[in-house]
């Protein structure tokens, strides 16, 4: 299935708009509702990941493909159920949104994403950035909190590398460092919740889950 939608940005001030840049800011639950689903409520974000695909189309029938540059997000086993049987209710597809274009287009991007809680630390939010990455007032390295650093994430031009790699440390070219191992292995396992999750560490720094919001811009 495909949405389309069409947003039309007016300037109301008396000032000329300059520097503009649109953010999407998709904060997904992805999950087999009544697995995951108890009397404190539901529990879907734990186990998502997301990412940035750039590929190609199947050509048409000009033989021309087109570009296609998404942001996606996916539960990331496609929750069978207690027999782990997939049904009409696991989502074993992905979710995923595209700028098709505008008047006047607008020629840069940006994917930025973060988890928003690996530890019970007040300072707990991180996310991929070029080094020397950008800190908010909680000193969390994810989450933007206030007006100017929510400008500096839309307009940073950053293609995060997805989630699932998480742990691996891509400083030597220009990443900030992952977090702590044991930091990694949560974001690997998912993030705990009052139920127990299918995922499970294992090894080679892939993260296979956890509460992720990213803004595509």
């Known amino acids: 299935d495909a949405i389309v939608i069409e947003i039309t940005v007016a300037n109301v001030g ?5 520097g503009l840049w649109l953010g999407w800011m ?10 995951f689903c108890d009397h404190n409520g539901c529990y879907c974000s734990a186990d998502d990941i997301a990412g940035f695909h750039i590929g190609k189309t199947t050509p048409d029938a000009d033989g021309h493909p087109d570009t296609v540059r998404a942001a996606w997000v996916a539960d990331n086993d496609g929750n069978p159920d207690s027999t782990d049987a997939f049904n009409d209710e696991s989502p074993t597809g992905a979710f995923a949104s595209m700028y098709l274009g505008g008047t006047p287009r607008l020629n840069e991007e940006s994917f930025n994403w973060w988890i ?4 019970q630390l007040k300072d707990s939010s991180w996310g991929p950035q070029h ?10 390295r994810g989450r933007p909190l206030g007006d100017h650093m929510k400008y500096r994430l839309m307009s940073n031009r950053e293609i995060d590398y997805d989630q699932v790699y998480a742990a691996f440390d891509f400083s030597h070219v220009g990443w900030i460092k992952p977090p702590p191992d044991d930091i990694a292995s949560v974001y690997a396992a998912g993030w705990p919740r009052h139920v127990p999750f299918r995922a499970e560490f294992r090894g ?6 956890a509460d992720a919001t990213f803004v595509a811009t």
Not at 26 to 35: K, N, T, V, Y
Not at 131 to 140: E, H, I
């Open 116 to 119: 928003e809680r690996f530890s």
């Open 204 to 209: 080679n720094g892939f993260a296979s889950g």
């Open 26 to 35: 998709i904060d997904p639950d992805i999950c087999h509702f009544p697995e």
């Open 14 to 18: 008396p000032l000329p708009i300059q």
């Open 131 to 140: 080094f020397p990455g950008d800190a908010n007032s909680k000193g969390g």
